[in-house]
Nanobody
């Protein structure tokens, strides 16, 4: 089993930055990929960014390209995933979820990810 935990959300003004962190523990060595999803009120959950653990494959939603950056690390069998968010816009507001998968074919499809964190709120507002 894999446990996933996010942190780093909060309230930020438009144009500001936030960094989200995620830790995957347990049988994290078996993971193939991890990603960040977000869900705004009344909207479907969408993939913001994802990457394979090898680093060879990376996915970004068009709406966040050039503003968000995903990265990873591995420390003592815990997989860490980060999302650096710059030039934040009000439309970036939502609950951000970290997700992990044993194998992904369609990076932006939520059901491709088996393990999910509880989510962290990001609010972009003046």
């Amino acid at each position: 089993q894999v446990q996933v935990f996010e942190s780093g959300g909060g309230l930020v003004q438009p144009g500001g930055s936030l960094r989200l962190s995620c830790a995957a523990t347990g049988s994290a060595y078996s993971l193939y990929a991890m990603g960040w999803f977000r869900q705004a009120p009344g909207k479907e959950r969408e993939c913001v960014a994802a990457m394979s653990w090898s680093g060879y494959n990376t996915y970004y939603a068009d709406s966040v390209k050039e503003r968000f950056s995903i990265s990873r690390d591995n420390v003592e069998n815990t997989m860490y995933l980060y999302l650096q968010m710059d030039v934040l816009k009000p439309e970036d507001t939502g609950v951000y979820y970290c997700a992990a998968s044993l194998y992904v074919r369609r990076w932006a499809t939520p059901r491709e990810y088996e393990y999910w964190g509880q989510g962290t709120q990001v609010t972009v507002s003046s």
